[in-house]
């Protein structure tokens, strides 16, 4: 079972679920790859990073499917790209508060809202950004 398979605005428990696995996978790749490129000097150091970077984009996760999912039920537009927008903008805010820097969750509440919006859009439109390989 996908996100995409759940339909918008119901079952916002397994929606933020989802979301929150996918983020959080996503924070361990990339402490990964942080580790690998900025080599700490001990190894409580880079179980510190590693938990620091994975619970924040697990709770970003989080933010978005809880926020995304209560967005299109409150407002009774479940297919509405701006619960997408608002959901995206709400996981930057607190990414900006989490930084404890007002222009970061500035940026980031504009940049992962749109990125969202535009996700949800180019799935309502059959969007393609590759396809598979001509033989």
């Known amino acids: 079972m ?3 398979d759940v339909p918008e605005g119901s ?4 929606k933020t679920w989802f979301t929150t696995k996918l983020a959080t996978a996503l924070g361990l790749v990339g402490s990964a790859y942080h580790i690998v490129a900025f080599p700490p000097d001990s190894a409580m150091e880079a179980l510190q990073r590693a938990t620091n970077a994975t ?3 697990a709770t970003m996760g989080a933010i978005f499917g809880l926020t995304t999912c209560l967005t299109a039920q409150a407002r009774e537009a479940p297919d509405d790209p701006i619960n997408y927008f ?3 903008c709400a ?3 607190f990414l900006g508060a989490r930084t404890h820097n007002a222009a970061t969750g500035t940026s980031a ?3 992962l809202g749109t ?9 309502m439109e059959g969007w393609k950004f590759s396809s598979p390989p001509k033989l």
Do not use: E, M, N, R
């Open 2 to 4: 996908g996100y995409w």
């Open 11 to 14: 079952d916002c428990v397994q």
């Open 55 to 57: 619970v924040t984009l």
């Open 86 to 88: 608002v959901g995206g």
């Open 91 to 93: 996981s930057g805010i």
């Open 109 to 111: 509440c504009l940049g």
């Open 115 to 123: 990125l969202a919006f535009f996700t949800k859009v180019g799935k």
